[in-house]
């Protein structure tokens, strides 16, 4: 029998429709849950403030992050958001930071102060609008990961009344205790879900920092889908030495922000790694274009 003979003009026509149709697929994709692009301001300290304000707007950067509320007025004078509010430090007995990482929730002593502390920033940042603000569990210091989820549950359960009213989100980061954080408690993400399970509120969520959880307990991908719903902010940081995310280091950062996407976030990826190139607003420029997937 003998088939039909389709012509050039007829091939060309299903090549274009073939090609309109698979540019549409691929702008959805791109456009359904795009990450926003934020820094890390602690990792370029020897570049002002000011400064980098303008050069964050020029590479692409919507967010500059880890800021006290001194630092507010300068973001938003240059359209700035600041994805994530830095944690508060007051002293307690004997001269002990309390607040920072090695101080944080896990201990019923620190509660009063740590509560003194973080009032008047969630104020502050609510009035910014800036909506999640850090915090840490602390270090073990030979206490019981059991014992520490129940103290720091009791702890932010303070918080969560002020941070409902105000529309703010207190965000524990999770840390590895392996390289740069030793003894730290919420150094792995099971730790923090169950935290975040116990205290059942919208207003409390982790900090899923990439490398950090690398180095601690890898399978980030699977990781990201099944516990996506408690992680409320992400950050990069190359594997192994927390450099560039580029070819250099082990993680495959467009299959990793491609899983963030599809899960539908639509928050801030905030680049935390330390450059170690000479021009490293550079570095901050490849980090972006790289998670721009």
């Not at 880890?66 to 002293?91: Q, Y």
């Not at 002990?96 to 920033?121: F, M, S």
Request: glycine share 8%.
């Amino acid at each position: 029998m003998d088939t039909p003979t389709l012509s050039r003009r007829h091939f060309g026509l299903v090549s274009l429709a073939a090609l309109l149709q698979s540019q549409l697929i691929a702008t959805d994709k791109t456009t359904t849950g795009k990450v926003r692009h934020s820094a890390c301001k602690w990792c370029y300290k020897d570049i002002p403030l000011e400064d980098f304000c303008i050069a964050a707007k020029q590479i692409g950067l919507e967010s500059v992050e880890l800021l006290d509320p001194p630092d507010f007025a300068t973001v938003k004078k240059h359209g700035l958001h600041c994805a994530m509010v830095s944690f508060p430090t007051i002293e307690g007995p004997g001269g002990v930071k309390i607040g920072p990482i090695p101080k944080g929730w896990n201990r019923i002593e620190h509660h009063d102060l740590l509560v003194q502390a973080y009032e008047p920033l969630l104020k502050a940042s609510a009035e910014a609008g800036f909506k999640q603000v850090i915090c840490f569990s602390g270090n073990r210091d030979g206490m019981s990961d059991e014992q520490g989820l129940e103290n720091c549950a009791k702890g932010l359960q303070r918080l969560l009344p002020l941070c409902e009213q105000l529309g703010v989100t207190l965000v524990m980061e999770l840390l590895n205790s392996k390289v740069n954080h030793p003894d730290y408690m919420c150094d792995k993400s099971a730790w923090g879900v169950a935290l975040c399970k116990k205290l059942g509120s919208p207003h409390f969520k982790l900090l899923y920092d990439i490398y950090h959880m690398q180095i601690m307990e890898g399978d980030v991908i699977a990781t990201i889908q099944r516990d996506h719903a408690y992680f409320a902010h992400y950050h990069t940081g190359g594997v192994p030495g927390r450099a560039e995310i580029d070819e250099t280091q082990e993680l495959n950062y467009p299959a990793i922000i491609q899983a963030i996407q599809e899960t539908g976030y639509t928050g801030y990826l905030g680049q935390e790694f330390i450059p170690k190139r000479p021009d490293k607003l550079a570095s901050l420029k490849q980090g972006v274009q790289i998670c721009t997937v």
